[in-house]
């Protein structure tokens, strides 16, 4: 099994050296290059201001932000999430950056999962080509219409499926699941069916289905028992 993390995060600024810190992060979770539906996702306090510059960008407001956990207390639930999945990342120099800056900052080891650079990847199969994640949604078709502001978690929904076509990976699933209805077929074809060697007894009397038929009937013509009792006749 083949467990992976497509990941992002939202910032005050360009960097952690200059005090910049991680405000959002947002995760998805891929098994076998299959998305789950499992996610994690979390506002932070930075405790600090927000800069105008940034909050164009995402627009996450430090008064938002203010009742929002720290980083520290979110970590463990982070931690346990991504395991130790490999992270998917669309330029992950900058999120890994500033993650493990976030943990050098609480006195935690830094992150030692095996880190795939969608931008990497995107300039390989793309040379020469525009590699931001809205040119790639618009080179493969995908819809980012609700992309009005980057969001941690729906960047990290997007970049998903990016990264799906970078890899071929919708193609390996469409193929995982023909080959499972392939291998039902071939199961269905080798099983002989099994026929019962004489019918159940009812276990119904005659008095309870007479009941019944007059409890429908007294529904009206709309009732929808109707279609599956044709015997019943309205008055």
């Not at 960008?57 to 490999?86: C, N, Q, W, Y």
């Not at 980012?144 to 997007?158: C, E, F, K, P, V």
Request: glycine content about 8%.
């Amino acid at each position: 099994m083949t467990r992976e993390i497509v990941l992002d995060t939202e910032t005050t600024g360009l960097s952690p050296a200059t005090g910049d810190r991680v405000v959002e992060i947002g995760c998805v979770e891929l098994i076998n290059h299959i998305p789950t539906g499992r996610h994690w996702h979390e506002y932070l306090n930075p405790d600090r201001s927000m800069p105008e510059e940034a909050f164009r960008v995402h627009g996450l407001s430090g008064e938002f932000l203010a009742d929002k956990p720290r980083f520290g207390e979110r970590v463990e639930s982070f931690l346990d999430f991504i395991g130790d999945a490999t992270l998917v990342i669309h330029n992950a120099p900058f999120d890994m950056g500033f993650l493990n800056h976030e943990l050098e900052r609480i006195k935690r080891p830094s992150l030692g999962n095996a880190v795939i650079d969608t931008v990497t990847v995107a300039r390989g199969k793309h040379p020469g080509a525009r590699v931001s994640l809205d040119a790639l949604c618009k080179h493969y078709g995908i819809d980012n219409s609700a992309r009005t502001l980057h969001g941690a978690l729906l960047d990290s929904q997007i970049l998903a499926e990016v990264y799906l076509e970078l890899i071929g990976g919708r193609q390996v699933g469409l193929s995982l699941m023909a080959e499972a209805r392939s291998s039902a077929a071939i199961f269905a074809a080798r099983t002989p069916a099994r026929v019962r060697p004489s019918p159940l007894v009812a276990r119904v009397t005659e008095a309870e289905i007479v009941a019944h038929d007059k409890l429908i009937a007294s529904l009206g013509s709309e009732a929808i028992w109707l279609s599956y009792d044709e015997k019943v006749e309205t008055t």
